[in-house]
């Protein structure tokens, strides 16, 4: 480094240090300061739009009971516009919820497809594969099922995994799958949101003590019921 011995030394060296430096210092903090302005602006434009978003949303849901087709349009339209936003999972879920109360499995099954395939968190994920794993034990799509509920889900749903593989393999007639799994559920402490876990469990439990004979009679009412 140099060492300069007199103030006007220093002076000039200044000077000439910033005539060859001083348009590269300048364009620098102009780019610094934009890029700094710029992306303040691009949060304020995105949290206005995230805060739009949720206004359109709450409005759809608002309209889902007191006129249930313009809800379903518009509730198809905003997943198209806004699918990359967390709330077309939850557009998503209520249009399942809708066209399972007209019991319209196919629409069902697609919007709860939608719903995790938009899922934000693992956690609504998860809730959307159980409906659909439940939706397909009810239409006896059981290898569906098995692999919605085999797609790695949080450990927290356990339970309800275990209770949706025991009601499918209860309704395939595989007695020792169901009990194992409804067994499992509860050792995952399902009883806690499902008491009637332990009902289940109880009533293969006396089933499969029954006399063949029995056993027989049972499916065969159960399958004149079915008819």
Known sequence: MEIYQTEEQQVEAI???WQRNGNTIIAGLVLGFGGFIGFNVYQDNKFEEQLMIS???QAIIDESDANPEAFISAGEKFINENGSSSYASLTALALAKKSASHKDWVEVQKQLTTAINAAPTEGIKAIASLRLARVQVQLEQYDAALATLNSNLPVSFTAAIEEIKGDSYLQQGKDDLARNAYQAAIAADGLA????????LDDLAQITSLPTSEV???????ETTAQ
Not at 193 to 200: D, E, H, I, Y
Not at 216 to 222: H, K, P, Q, R
């Open 15 to 17: 000077k000439g240090y």
């Open 216 to 222: 027989n009679a049972i499916d065969e009412v159960a």
């Open 55 to 57: 206004d359109n949303y």
């Open 193 to 200: 949101t499902s008491p009637s876990l332990q009902l289940k």
